[in-house]
């Protein structure tokens, strides 16, 4: 029987919750649908979004859930744009600051310590959506 883990080592590997880009990205569709709907959009072209850099989410994994949840509404087919946002660690040791990319070391690169502040870098959020007024595949003219 294996052991060797005495609490400490765990810090230095944040674990992502397992398909958690599955329930943020249905979230992120009924945002989008609801907006698009009080807009009276036909359809949603595109969607932006912002990503932190230690959200640990996948850009693939929210775009291929995302193209199973939009199927059949005003989403379907919209493209998913992407931006990471980085995060900021200050040390509060000697004050060194500087952007905490994954993985995140626990400790300091300047002085090695472990007293770390950091800041930004998780959220996941719909920035902003764009959106078509005319249903693709309309052929008919409009009235004169
Ligand atoms: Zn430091």
Do not use: K, W
């Not at 609801?34 to 990503?51: E, K, T």
């Not at 939009?70 to 040390?91: D, K």
């Amino acid at each position: 029987m294996h052991r060797r883990c005495m609490g400490r080592c765990c810090l230095v590997e944040p674990r992502n919750d397992f398909m958690h880009e599955l329930p943020v990205t249905q979230a992120i569709l009924d945002t989008a649908l609801s907006a698009a709907q009080q807009a009276g959009a036909a359809r949603i072209v595109a969607i932006d979004l912002v990503i932190g850099e230690l959200s640990g989410l996948v850009d693939d994994s929210v775009q291929f859930y995302f193209d199973i949840l939009s199927q059949g509404t005003l989403a379907q087919g919209a493209a998913l744009r992407f931006q990471r946002q980085p995060a900021r660690a200050r040390c509060l040791t000697c004050g060194h600051s500087y952007d905490a990319a994954p993985p995140l070391a626990p400790f300091c690169p300047a002085c090695g310590s472990v007293h770390l502040q950091v800041t930004g870098g998780r959220q996941f959020q719909l920035e902003s959506i764009e959106i078509d007024d005319h249903p693709t595949g309309s052929a008919e003219d409009s009235e004169r």
